[in-house]
Nanobody, 121 residues
């Protein structure tokens, strides 16, 4: 029902900023909670942030709280992740996902292909 494509990844210096976008197509994008996850080589997929279908509720991982902001534009079918004060430990492939509101991957039914974020020290 939903197809997701991430973009906006790249190389940035520590302390810098980057904004990721996730473009959605298909049926009823606005009815899904949208999450961001990340995965570094050899590590398990990690929850980053989630936003409710209305955009009125958000939850962040402690590791990114105060630095990252998730938002959505339902008219454009797009969810964003604004990343500030980036650290080398933020380096990972970032994935967007659509589903129900939660911190675990099992809450999500649809996934994008991922976009690489690399933070240099």
């Amino acid at each position: 029902q939903v197809q997701l494509v991430e973009s906006g990844g790249g190389l940035v210096q520590a302390g810098g900023s980057l904004r990721l976008s996730c473009a959605a197509s298909g049926r009823s994008f606005s009815s899904y909670a949208m999450g961001w996850f990340r995965q570094a080589p050899g590590k398990e997929r990690e929850f980053v942030a989630v936003i409710s279908w209305s955009g009125g509720t958000t939850t962040y991982a402690d590791s990114v709280k105060g630095r990252f902001t998730i938002s959505r534009d339902n008219a454009k079918g797009t969810v964003y992740l604004q990343m500030n004060s980036l650290k080398p430990e933020d380096t990972a492939v970032y994935y967007c996902a659509a589903g129900t509101y939660g911190r675990r991957p099992a809450h999500y039914d649809y996934w994008g292909q991922g976009t690489q974020v690399t933070v240099s020290s």
